[in-house]
């Protein structure tokens, strides 16, 4: 767990309160957003929309471990994962996208949750 990375995502998170949801439709403004400092693997995001993982570096056994606790998201919460991938059929594959990062280009990886 990375303390800096979590502060400069809430960094990001009021320049996106101040600059961008004024702008967006009313519908959009009551979304909430939000980033969680801890263990993924000991939270409950049963009820999230979309999870992004930026999983480069995960290891197999915790790449299996964050699919396992994806399988409680409700039907048509999207996943989306840098580099990585999916095995299980709960999860639909929609795209595979290359975005520039600061360290050069990374694949994201976007699912559905089917069932």
């Not at 909430?32 to 400092?37: I, P, S």
């Not at 999230?48 to 790449?63: G, N, P, R, V, Y």
């Not at 999207?78 to 991938?85: A, M």
């Not at 360290?103 to 069932?115: C, D, I, L, R, S």
Request: charged share 30%; proline share 3%.
């Amino acid at each position: 767990m990375l303390e800096d990375l979590y502060l400069e995502s809430k960094k990001i998170l009021s320049r996106y309160e101040e600059a961008i949801r004024p702008i967006l439709p009313d519908a959009k403004k009551q979304q909430t957003l939000d980033f969680l400092h801890g263990d993924f693997l000991e939270q409950d995001f049963s009820s999230a929309d979309m999870i992004f993982a930026h999983s480069t570096c995960f290891h197999d056994e915790l790449m299996t471990a964050l699919e396992r606790r994806c399988m409680s998201l409700k039907k048509g919460a999207k996943v989306l994962l840098v580099t990585k991938t999916f095995q299980s059929a709960f999860f639909k594959f929609l795209k595979m996208e290359e975005y520039p990062m600061t360290w050069g280009k990374a694949t994201v990886n976007f699912y559905e949750k089917v069932e």
